[in-house]
C-alpha cells in the first residue's frame, strides 16, 4: 500500500522555541493533506487541511499563526509549532491522498510525539 | 463532528470473531464508510471501505445494512495484535474530503 513518511518520530524542546515536522508521500503525489494531534486516550482532533500551492484551512480553535503549515510540492507537507509551550506537547499526525475521488483511501504517517519542557 | 457512533470499549476472545458495529443514521447517498484502526502510539491503519455493498479483503469484512444507516466491522479470527483503537469513519463527498474522528471502539483480544 501507499506510504506517508513523517519525521521526526518524536522531539524534545524547549519552551519558545520552534519544531518542524514533515510529512512526505512516498509512492503517490498527495494533492491533499491533513494535520491531526492526538493528546492521551483521546481521539484524533482534525488541524487542518492543507492542498499544494494553497493556503491551509485550519479547523476552528486552532491559532493559524502557531501552527504554520507549508504544502509546497505534492509529496511534502510542513507543520511548523512556533514558539512551542508545554500545552503544545501531544502526538502529531499527518495523512495523505491521492485524490480528489470519494472513494480515495487516507493514509497515515506514523506520528510525532512532541514534548515541550 | 463525527457523523458516526460507535460503542467506547468491547472485548473479544482470541481466535473468535470480532464484530465492532457503528451506526451513522445521517450518512449522505454518495458517503462512503471506513475504517481505520490504531495501534498504540502508532498513525491510523486503513481496514477496509464500502459504499453499500458489502466488503471483504485480507484484514475484515465489511457489512452494510440496506438502508446504510449503520454498518459492522468483522475481524473474522482475532488475534492479540488486533487489539487497538478502532474508528467507523463516513467521509463526505464534499469540503476537501476531510477526515472527522470519532470516539472509536476499543478493542481488546484477550487470550
Known amino acids: 500500500g501507499a506510504v506517508v513518511s513523517q519525521h521526526p518520530s518524536w522531539v524534545i524542546c524547549k519552551s519558545g522555541t520552534s519544531v518542524k515536522i514533515e510529512c512526505r508521500s512516498l509512492?503517490?503525489?498527495?494533492?491533499?493533506m491533513f494535520w491531526y494531534r492526538q493528546f492521551p486516550k483521546q481521539s484524533l482532533m482534525l488541524m487542518a487541511t492543507?492542498?499544494?500551492?494553497?493556503?491551509?484551512?485550519?479547523e476552528q480553535g486552532v491559532e493559524k499563526d502557531k501552527f504554520l503549515i507549508n504544502h509546497a510540492s505534492l509529496t511534502l507537507s510542513t507543520l511548523t509549532v512556533t514558539s512551542a509551550h508545554p500545552e503544545d506537547s501531544s502526538f502529531y499526525i499527518c495523512?495523505?491522498?491521492?485524490?480528489?475521488?470519494?472513494?480515495?483511501?487516507?493514509?497515515f504517517g506514523s506520528g510525532t510525539q512532541l514534548s515541550v519542557l | 463532528d463525527a457523523k458516526t457512533t460507535q460503542p467506547p470499549s468491547m472485548d473479544c476472545a482470541e481466535g473468535r470473531a470480532a464484530n465492532l458495529p457503528c451506526n451513522h443514521s445521517?450518512?449522505?447517498?454518495?458517503?462512503?464508510v471506513y475504517w481505520y484502526r490504531q495501534i498504540h502510539s502508532q498513525g491510523p491503519q486503513y481496514i477496509i471501505h464500502?459504499?453499500?455493498n458489502n466488503e471483504t479483503n485480507e484484514m475484515a469484512s465489511l457489512i452494510i445494512t440496506e438502508d446504510r444507516k449503520s454498518s459492522t466491522l468483522i475481524l473474522p479470527h482475532a488475534t492479540l495484535r488486533d487489539t487497538a483503537v478502532y474508528y467507523c469513519?463516513?467521509?463526505?463527498?464534499?469540503?476537501?474530503?476531510?477526515?472527522?474522528f470519532g470516539a472509536g471502539t476499543r478493542l481488546f483480544v484477550k487470550a
Open positions: 509512492d503517490f503525489q498527495a494533492t491533499t
Open positions: 464500502g459504499l453499500k
Open positions: 469513519i463516513v467521509r463526505p463527498y464534499t469540503g476537501g474530503f476531510k477526515t472527522i
Open positions: 495523512s495523505a491522498t491521492p485524490g480528489q475521488l470519494e472513494n480515495e483511501k487516507l493514509f
Open positions: 445521517t450518512i449522505s447517498g454518495n458517503e462512503y
Open positions: 492543507s492542498n499544494e500551492g494553497s493556503k491551509a484551512t485550519y
